[in-house]
């Protein structure tokens, strides 16, 4: 069956650090790009970062570039999203995602989903 796992969140207070990750099984991980979205209350779900599947070039939103990082260990099966500088705003149930596109920037190209953790960032 495939799995993606993700775990690492919690409540941290504005300002501190949370790394994410997102363990995978059940599919060829190499050959899949990772992204992380997120969910806040009240809001859709949007999209937070991505790591291609081959060369590991990453993508970011806007409101988070410079603050997250997104990296993958081939070996573990994992990928991971540490996210420092953290505001109130970044409080949402974070998803990571498999696509099998180069890239999956679109949220449409993601063929595997996970469940989510919940990040919750108060001021």
């Known amino acids: 069956d495939v799995q993606l796992q993700a775990s690492g969140g919690g409540l941290v207070q504005a300002g501190g650090s949370l790394r994410l990750s997102c363990t995978a099984s059940g599919f060829t991980f190499d050959d899949y790009a990772i992204g992380w979205f997120r969910r806040a209350p009240g809001k859709e779900r949007v999209g937070v970062s991505c790591i291609s599947r081959t060369d590991g070039h990453t993508a970011y939103a806007s409101s988070v570039k410079g603050r997250f990082t997104i990296s993958r260990d081939n070996s573990k099966n994992t990928v991971y999203l540490q996210m420092d500088s953290l505001v109130p705003e970044d409080t949402a149930i974070y998803y990571c995602?498999?696509?099998?596109?180069?890239?999956?920037?679109?949220?449409?190209?993601?063929?595997?989903w996970g469940q989510g953790t919940l990040v919750t960032v108060s001021s």
């Open positions: 995602a498999a696509s099998s596109s180069y890239m999956g920037t679109a949220m449409d190209e993601y063929d595997y």
